[in-house]
Nanobody, 119 residues
């Protein structure tokens, strides 16, 4: 299982970024995916989960500003981040609690992509 995250960068407050996470080694359409972030000196926290059916839930801090989506043809999940704030700064990770043939096989993480929002 490999997850390759990309799309991070430096942006001014109020700006937008779109993160991508390409998955391989799993039956993408059969698995829920997640985005987490870790700010400097803080614990990793959940940003959003997107189910295999495309349903999403979000952390209160990003509701109305972030939107997750998935493209099964590309085995990729996206995180569209709008109205970015300095407190959104951190390393963003995608993950998959891998389920195959109805068995949980372990949780896998991408390498992370850094998002820096300047004030």
């Amino acid at each position: 299982v490999q997850l390759q995250a990309s799309g991070g960068g430096l942006v001014q407050a109020g700006g937008s970024l779109r993160l991508s996470c390409a998955a391989s080694g799993i039956r993408f359409s059969m698995n829920d995916m997640g985005w987490y972030r870790q700010a400097p000196g803080k614990q990793r926290e959940l940003v959003t989960k997107i189910t295999r059916g495309g349903m999403t839930n979000y952390a209160d801090s990003v509701k109305g500003r972030f939107a997750a989506s998935r493209d099964s043809a590309k085995n990729t999940v996206y995180l569209q981040m709008n109205s970015l704030k300095p407190e959104d700064t951190g390393v963003y990770y995608c993950n998959v609690p891998w389920v195959d043939d109805n068995y949980y096989r372990g949780t896998y993480w991408g390498q992370g992509t850094l998002v820096t929002v300047s004030s």
